[in-house]
């Protein structure tokens, strides 16, 4: 379910105003997304529904403090990160690491299992390496991961929800693609690309 930007804000008067059921408009085009980014964040189903519900919960309670500098979803998924970060917290599941460094703006590709060309077992493999390659990661690096990977959010999106500058939310990606490339390969599931070199005796590029 599909809502623009001035349907967003209509309901959000409406709620503001008094009608509740103005809210389950708003639920219903975000639940995806948020279950989405709880799930990977959490990487247990029912713990993502409980993260899901208290962050809608508490978009409900906050929502007249939403100015709409962003869209509703990034102030929405803003809101669902610090529930998930949270719950690790309290699970003893947030182990932080450095985060020093954070200047770097090239990008890595993670493996994209679209272009895998085993059969659909083995793809299914893939992505089952890959969600388990994110419950590895440092938790502000699988958000941010998850936010552009999973959610689809734009960097300057990011940037909004997660309160940081435009260039650690690209070194935080990068770093963040870096290591999960770097679990797959010693786990077996990912080749990294050859040198370019390699490439380019197994193409036959240098004239005889």
Do not use: H
Request: glycine share 6%.
């Amino acid at each position: 379910m599909t809502v623009t930007r001035d349907e967003e804000r209509a309901a959000i008067d409406r709620v503001l105003q008094g009608d509740t059921d103005a809210f389950e408009a708003l639920v219903k085009a975000n639940e995806k997304g948020v279950y989405n980014l709880a799930l990977r964040m959490l990487g247990n189903a029912e713990d993502a529904l409980d993260a899901s519900q208290e962050a809608f919960f508490r978009a409900y309670r906050a929502l007249a403090s939403f100015r709409g500098d962003s869209k509703f979803s990034v102030w929405l998924y803003r809101l669902t990160s610090n529930v998930c970060l949270d719950m690790l917290r309290k699970a003893g599941r947030y182990q932080q690491t450095s985060l020093t460094g954070e200047d770097e703006e090239e990008e890595l590709p993670i493996p994209d299992s679209r272009f895998d060309p085993q059969e659909a077992l083995e793809r299914a493999e893939v992505r089952r390496a890959v969600r388990e390659g994110l419950q590895k990661l440092d938790p502000l690096f699988r958000e941010a991961l998850v936010l552009r990977d999973v959610n689809g959010l734009t960097y300057e999106e990011i940037a909004q929800v997660l309160d940081l500058e435009l260039g650690t939310v690209k070194s935080r990606i990068f770093r963040a693609r870096r290591r999960l490339a770097a679990l797959l390969t010693a786990d077996g599931n990912f080749s990294p690309p050859a040198p370019s070199n390699e490439r380019t005796k197994k193409g036959g590029g240098e004239d005889a």
